[in-house]
């Protein structure tokens, strides 16, 4: 059984900081993508950030460039976002993706954390 597990997040100031972590638990065959999307109230779902595990490539939405950073242990299939210089609009459920292949019959899918809450006062 393949999980994300995240961590981090919880209630953060307004130019303050939090650290989110996402490990891939269990085995894989092959992992291509993680990164973390997020929610916030009455919004769709929208990319925060993601990294290419082999050559560490990122992508970051513009609303977040300049004050998150994401990262990788690839030793642990982990992935962090270090999020700086925090704003109020960054209150959102955030969600880890992984885009991985489970075994070497099936190709490559995606799969979600459950979620964790970073809420930003002012």
């Known amino acids: 059984q393949v999980q994300l597990v995240e961590s981090g997040g919880g209630l953060g100031q307004a130019g303050g900081s939090l650290r989110l972590s996402c490990a891939v638990s269990?085995?894989?065959?092959?992992?291509?993508?993680m990164g973390w999307y997020r929610q916030g109230p009455g919004k769709q779902r929208e990319l925060v950030a993601t990294?290419?595990?082999?050559?560490?490539?990122?992508n970051y939405a513009d609303s977040v460039k300049g004050r998150f950073t994401i990262s990788r242990d690839n030793s642990k299939n982990e992935v962090f976002l270090q999020m700086n210089n925090l704003k109020p609009e960054d209150t959102a459920v955030y969600y880890c993706?992984?885009?991985?292949?489970?075994?070497?019959?099936?190709?490559?899918?995606?799969?979600w954390g459950q979620g964790t809450q970073v809420t930003v006062s002012s």
């Open positions: 990294i290419g595990i082999s050559d560490g490539t990122t």
């Open positions: 993706y992984a885009y991985f292949r489970r075994d070497s019959v099936n190709w490559y899918s995606a799969d």
């Open positions: 269990g085995r894989i065959f092959s992992l291509s993508t």
